[in-house]
T-cell receptor, first 112, second 115 residues
Framework: SQQGEEDPQALSIQEGENATMNCSYK?????LQWYRQNSGRGLVHLIL?????REKHSGRLRVTLDTSKKSSSLLITASRAADTASYFC????????????FGQGTRLTINP | EPEVTQTPSHQVTQMGQEVILRCVPI?????FYWYRQILGQKVEFLVS????????KSEIFDDQFSVERPDGSNFTLKIRSTKLEDSAMYFC?????????????FGQGTRLTVV
């Protein structure tokens, strides 16, 4: 299975702290993407990191990718209450059809 | 900013009825997808569509499901005879070049409730 699996399943921190979420996957990938989902809403694309990249930044987001360990992490710095959401990693395998396979997600709660 | 739009946002239907979920992908995109998310669970791939035909489908996408791009702008998912377990949020997505190396844009979803 290509699935990405996030860790932890739930994370609760204080506003202003950093939040780190991890994702592991099983097969070789072309890219890995992170999405955010507010409760009951759609999926918002956050960042895409290609298999030949090791780190990428976007605003308060920092994503790392370790293809040797088949893992990625998403760091949100200086968290805000509005960051409360579920975060999913999604992978696109090198072989096979073009589709994203999502993990179970991490439910992040930022406490004011 | 271009976006994928889905209608309706919420649909309630009787078990056994047919439903059609509608999506308008981003206009210059070539690849289209349907995903679903049962409440509290992960987002699952249903089907991908390119060049007016299905390019891949999952085990979930059985004979009760079909997709169509009837007029060059809309992309629809039809469930012929709904079951209780079809209750889920259904997401449409589009991508300019497939999902290899480019992001996919997702709509806000249609919440389908089968009663």
């Amino acid at each position: 299975s290509q699935q990405g699996e996030e860790d932890p399943q739930a994370l609760s921190i204080q506003e202003g702290e950093n939040a780190t979420m991890n994702c592991s996957y099983k097969t070789s990938i072309n890219n890995l993407q992170w999405y955010r989902q507010n409760s009951g809403r759609g999926l918002v694309h956050l960042i895409l990191i290609r298999s030949n990249e090791r780190e990428k930044h976007s605003g308060r987001l920092r994503v790392t990718l370790d293809t040797s360990k088949k893992s990625s992490s998403l760091l949100i710095t200086a968290s805000r209450a509005a960051d409360t959401a579920s975060y999913f990693c999604a992978t696109d395998a090198i072989q096979g059809a073009q589709k994203l396979v999502f993990g179970q997600g991490t439910r992040l709660t930022i406490n004011p | 900013e271009p976006e994928v739009t889905q209608t309706p946002s919420h649909q309630v239907t009787q078990m056994g009825q047919e439903v059609i979920l509608r999506c308008v992908p981003i206009s210059n995109h070539l690849y289209f997808y349907w995903y679903r998310q049962i409440l509290g669970q992960k987002v699952e791939f249903l089907v991908s569509f390119y060049n007016n035909e299905i390019s891949e489908k999952s085990e979930i996408f059985d004979d009760q499901f079909s997709v169509e791009r009837p007029d060059g702008s809309n992309f629809t998912l039809k469930i012929r005879s709904t079951k209780l377990e079809d209750s889920a949020m259904y997401f449409c997505a589009s991508s300019p070049q497939g999902m290899r190396g480019t992001e996919a844009f997702f709509g806000q979803g249609t919440r389908l409730t089968v009663v």
